[in-house]
């Protein structure tokens, strides 16, 4: 197989929680606390957030961090990149036997929140790139989230859990072709423009 970068199939989320308000430590530390995250890998310091693990578990506990921040009311947004394939993960210190029920989905179910989110892919090492992407953004239409067109990302509106399995589809889509893939995405909600 060409351009076949690693076998592992480990993905992971760094990722960095901005709530716009003084009570900013007490959301990102109490937001991260309260999900269940016994099924992925992670590390916090001062920069960032980790998550490594099945890609499911990745993406239920990455959604869940940012739905009980923005269910504070306050203005949170959320920047980070997936990635999967990656030639320098390994797998020694990830729970990859972990059964693929998501922790988190039934808590995430009961909130419900709307953001403006822009996300773009990387199929990293192919000619073909622009067609994996330029698929999967139509896709996107089909996934219950509004899609427009922005540079260099594509822009989602919606319910925070429909935009995020939006883009966990289209991550999944490229990543079962392009064996390493990362992905890029800014989530913002209650951003007072809105009001
Ligand atoms: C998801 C996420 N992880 C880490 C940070 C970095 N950070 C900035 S302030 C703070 C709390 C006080 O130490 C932390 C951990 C972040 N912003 N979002």
Redesign the pocket.
Known sequence: MTNQCGTSRIAGCQ????PMSDQ??DI??SS?DEVDSSKVWKE??????CVRGKMVHVFDVTKA?FLHAAKTGEHVA?SGTFSIGCPGDNEADVYMAETDEPMNLEKSQTINQQAGCKFSLYPLGHEDYMDKIYQQIDLSKARGVRVSASHYMTRLDGDVKDIFNAIEEAFESVQEEVSHTTMTFTISANSPSNK
């Open positions: 990722f960095t929680l901005y900013f430590v990102i530390l991260l916090t310091d001062d920069v960032t957030t961090i959320m």
